[in-house]
């Protein structure tokens, strides 16, 4: 095994993880650090496929041993993630204020 | 090899076992604290999986930035924490999405282990059409040459993001600054940290912009090490946040899109196509594009830390 395939298998294992904080945390903030932990999973399969691509790269001297493109598409996806968990705090903060709370649910909790 | 091997095996079940903790943490803060560490973890793995450029930005955005807003959050979030503990699903319902979702986990992990050999890349032929851009680090390349397309797409999409924060005002407070960051006026040891530590963190994020080019770096990590410093600035109250209102920020924070747009416009009929650069002039205008980039970057990833407009006017005079 080697340490692609690991850190691969850490993803996958991250995106389970994740969403199952998505769907089971309670408060709002809880399910936004949730949807950041998937990402990074998906952001992990995306680096081992990197890495996985990148051995011709090595070969022809050029330094780098990863595929550019997906490694590219990752960084664009990190600030475009924080772009979102940004306005998503936001959502929340001003839900807080006008509401005193945390999370979507209106209602009893359901039996 | 089987060191290195041993060194990412147990990066992984670092990793995972934060992930792990994250999710079970038992206050909100408890969990961002472990994130911020996930985060820096996560780094070392992008480094193992030799994407330093990659690192860099997980360290300085995902994590970094990430972290102070979530920690803020956190913080003001805390007394409606109690009411959310009574809505957790039944234990029975958790076990059967534990379930799904681990079956989701291993589908991947199946996934991951049947890629196909040889894998399928790009890099080559990025590797070939590298030279004529000038630029020595091929992230940089595919960023502002091949796939210029969406780089510009995502630097404009930090536009309606902010607008979309700063939509959130109340309606008296359209006049405001940033409000949602705390001001620890008077903290002797941080106001010295914002005093000390901004000039070399304004060095560090020139060179890694500049050295991008060649090197692992680039406008992305430049401007988050930036943004961090004018929002050490702030917490320390050294300055005030700018108005939402003022024209020249706004300038500043379409300049970058705008220099983009038009170099890219440009080329249509100097190169041929849409966002394509003139032969011989591809670097310098990658350099002048991510110069414009990293201001106009920098300053959104500050707002949006900064988050809506508040009233707490200090100039009652423009106060309506």
């Keep these: 095994m080697s340490g692609e395939i690991l850190f691969g298998l850490c993803g996958a294992a991250l995106v389970g993880i994740g969403l199952y904080g998505v769907i089971c945390q309670p408060g709002a903030l809880r399910r936004i650090l949730a949807f950041n932990l998937l990402g990074s999973g998906v952001f992990l399969l995306f680096g081992v496929i990197a890495k996985r691509g990148g051995g011709a790269l090595a070969a022809a001297g050029e330094g780098a041993d990863g595929d550019p493109v997906p490694q590219a598409l990752v960084i664009t996806g990190l600030v475009v993630a924080f772009a979102a968990t940004a306005i998503a705090i936001a959502l929340l903060r001003r839900l807080a204020e006008v509401s005193g709370r945390g999370t979507l649910d209106e209602g009893e909790r359901n039996p | ?320």
């Design chain 2, 1 to 320: 090899m089987t060191s290195a091997l041993l060194v990412d095996g147990v990066l992984a079940l670092l990793v995972i076992g934060l992930a792990l903790f994250v999710t079970a943490a038992r206050t909100a803060y408890g969990a961002v604290v472990g994130f911020v560490a996930y985060g820096l973890l996560l780094a070392l793995v992008w480094v193992r999986l030799a994407a330093v450029d990659v690192a860099l930005t997980e360290a300085a955005l995902g994590t970094g930035l990430t972290g102070v807003l979530l920690l803020g959050a956190a913080a003001r979030l805390f007394p409606t924490e109690a009411a959310e503990a009574s809505r957790r699903p039944g234990p029975g319902l958790r076990i059967l999405i534990g379930s799904l979702c681990a079956a989701i986990a291993l589908g991947l992990g199946a996934v991951v282990l049947l890629l196909p050999d040889p894998a399928p890349t790009l890099a080559p032929l990025v590797a070939e059409n590298l030279p004529p851009t000038g630029v020595g680090n091929p992230v940089t390349g595919v960023l502002m040459a091949h796939r210029a397309i969406d780089t510009l797409l995502e630097t404009v999409v930090l536009l309606p993001a902010l607008i979309g924060v700063w939509s959130l005002a109340s309606e008296q407070s359209w006049h405001g600054r940033p409000g949602s960051l705390p001001r620890l006026v008077g903290n002797g040891p941080l106001t010295l940290l914002a005093q000390v530590l901004p000039p070399l963190g304004i060095l560090v994020g020139v060179h890694l912009v500049w050295v991008g080019a060649d090197d692992p770096g680039g406008k992305f990590q430049g401007a988050a090490v930036l943004a961090a410093m004018g929002v050490l600035v702030l917490v320390a109250g050294l300055r005030e946040p700018p108005r939402v209102t003022s024209r020249s920020l706004r300038l500043l924070l379409v300049l970058g899109p705008l220099v983009f747009m038009g170099i890219g416009v440009a080329g249509i009929p100097l190169a041929g196509a849409l966002l394509a650069y003139p032969e011989g002039y591809a670097k310098s205008l990658i350099l002048v594009i991510e110069a414009a980039l990293t201001l106009s970057v920098a300053l959104v990833l500050g707002l949006l830390l900064g988050g809506p407009p508040e009233t707490g006017d200090r100039e009652p005079g423009l106060r309506s």
